[in-house]
């Protein structure tokens, strides 16, 4: 049977199309799990050759590999798909008196109380959110205080995560979280299903990035005279 199949390193690497070396490191980088040693030498599994053809087409979609690591342990902890995709589970509070509701301007998060009472609360914030630092010290630069910044930078936050929250799930449903459900739910449908979440992510961040640009470049057009 299949599932008894066992490999030495030379074997996998041969198999799964990539070298000893990729092995080596995928295993200390913490990506692939470690063989049955059995005397002096190791032996692979039907997962391992898996998880590693599943490595080798996430990097070849462009994923790094930290960000491989990051989903392969969190589908390994049995997260479920919104934890897998870092969405969070919303609970269904979408009736027209919770959304009313909500307030406007969300109160400031704990890490951001804590960046505003140290020394540098610019670096605080830095250390958390190095972007979003970029644009509240730019905002500061141009006479915000420091407080007024994070805020708008928050509010920003807040609408951005409003939208996720609205459209995340079924994007992904429909992408990667469908076909898993209706597959055999088989070895390789596993494999599938990691690289389509990953693609998914993948594209739904490109597609998201170039609307925002989008949307900022009508309200930055230059006046017509």
């Known amino acids: 049977m ?12 041969r198999v799964a199309d990539t070298t000893v070396r990729s092995v080596r490191v995928y295993h200390e980088r913490g990506l692939l799990p470690s063989p049955d040693v059995r005397g002096r030498i190791g032996y692979y599994g039907v997962d391992h050759l898996s998880r590693l053809q599943t490595i080798s087409r996430l990097l070849n979609r462009g994923m790094k590999l930290n960000g491989i690591r990051e989903l392969l342990e969190a589908w390994d902890r049995g997260d479920g798909l919104a934890e897998i995709l870092g969405v969070p589970e919303q609970p269904d509070d979408t009736t027209p008196e919770t959304t009313t509701a909500k307030a406007p301007v969300p109160q400031l998060p704990e890490y951001m109380r804590k960046a505003l009472a140290a020394t ?13 630092s970029d644009l509240a010290t730019r905002l500061v630069d141009a006479g915000l205080s420091t407080t ?5 930078v928050e ?8 939208a996720v929250d609205r459209y995340a799930a079924e994007l992904f449903f429909h992408m990667a979280g469908k076909p898993f459900i209706q597959s055999a739910r088989e070895v390789g449908d596993r494999s599938d299903f990691e690289t389509n979440v990953a693609i998914a992510r993948l594209m ?3 597609a998201a990035a170039e609307l925002v640009d989008q949307a900022l470049a009508r309200h930055t057009e230059p006046p017509t005279v």
């Open 148 to 152: 007024s910044a994070f805020g708008l």
């Open 120 to 132: 540098d609360p610019l670096e605080g914030y830095r250390l958390a959110n190095p972007h979003c």
């Open 204 to 206: 739904t961040n490109r």
């Open 2 to 13: 299949i599932g008894n199949l066992e490999y030495t390193i030379d074997e996998l690497a």
């Open 155 to 162: 509010r920003f936050r807040a609408d951005v995560d409003e």
